[in-house]
């Protein structure tokens, strides 16, 4: 699933016409750098929710065949946070796991160690984390020495602990009975699904990712990332680009 609702308020004046995620980064849009990424790994179905400016991002993306996917759109008429968007599609995921991402990040991640990752330890979920001096700014995740989260945002274990900090990079498997207590049709967060689930003792594991990642969050940070685009810092490969022109 990919996570496509936002306004882009903090780039606008760029997304007062055009949707975030269709935002081009090296003449792509934003958001087909994640397609083709799961693509690369063998994903074949992706769900993507939407809102603001949801038909250019359709018209843009069509049905997912050019990409060799096939697309799902979920429409929120109120935005349903990251929470309430997962839940509304569940019955899509057949009650097997989904990889969760966000359309207006840009990563270089190997996608099929991350889900080996998480089917080895037999996770209730797998968080992308990332170390970062400024976690706390982002929102800091503290993972022990055995890659179990143990608290998000300060929420979760209450005991000392000695733990490590990270930032959660917004790449995510959720097995979809985390999903249970996420009330349907209502904005929350899946981090208050983490947290519960940390609480009861279930195996959230964080995930450390040391390659490229980008939140191209403001006009700075999108600067920067059509400058590392340019200077070949993404290695996605230059066919799976030019048939995403096609």
Not at 8 to 28: A, E, F
Not at 34 to 61: C, T, W
Not at 187 to 199: G, R
Request: proline share 7%; aromatic share 6%; hydrophobic share 40%.
């Amino acid at each position: 699933m990919i996570l496509a609702a936002g306004l882009g308020t903090r780039l606008r004046p760029l997304t007062n016409t055009i949707p975030k995620p269709l935002l081009p980064v090296g003449g792509t849009p934003l958001i087909v750098w994640n397609l083709l990424l799961l693509k690369r790994h063998g994903f074949h179905d992706v769900v993507i929710n939407l809102h603001y400016l949801s038909p250019m991002i359709e018209q843009a993306l069509g049905n997912g065949s050019k990409f060799g996917l096939r697309l799902l759109y979920s429409h929120e008429p109120v935005i349903l946070g990251t929470g309430g968007a997962i839940k509304q599609v569940e019955q899509n995921f057949s009650g097997e796991p989904v990889l969760v991402m966000n359309g207006d990040t840009l990563v270089e991640i190997d996608l099929d160690a991350l889900c080996a990752f998480h089917r080895d330890r037999r996770a209730a979920a797998t968080m992308v984390l990332r170390p970062d001096p400024d976690a706390a700014t982002w929102g800091m995740v503290e993972v022990d020495d055995g890659r179990r989260v143990v608290r998000i945002t300060g929420r979760g274990r209450p005991e000392p602990l000695d733990t490590q900090p990270r930032m959660f990079a917004g790449v995510h498997i959720v097995h979809p009975r985390l999903l249970r207590e996420v009330p349907k049709g209502k904005p929350s967060s899946i981090i208050d699904a983490y947290v519960a689930a940390v609480q009861r003792g279930d195996a959230v594991m964080g995930y450390d990712h040391a390659g490229y990642w980008s939140d191209i969050g403001t006009p700075e940070r999108y600067a920067q990332a059509e400058h590392d685009v340019a200077n070949g810092l993404i290695h996605l490969s230059a066919r799976a680009l030019a048939a995403s022109h096609q």
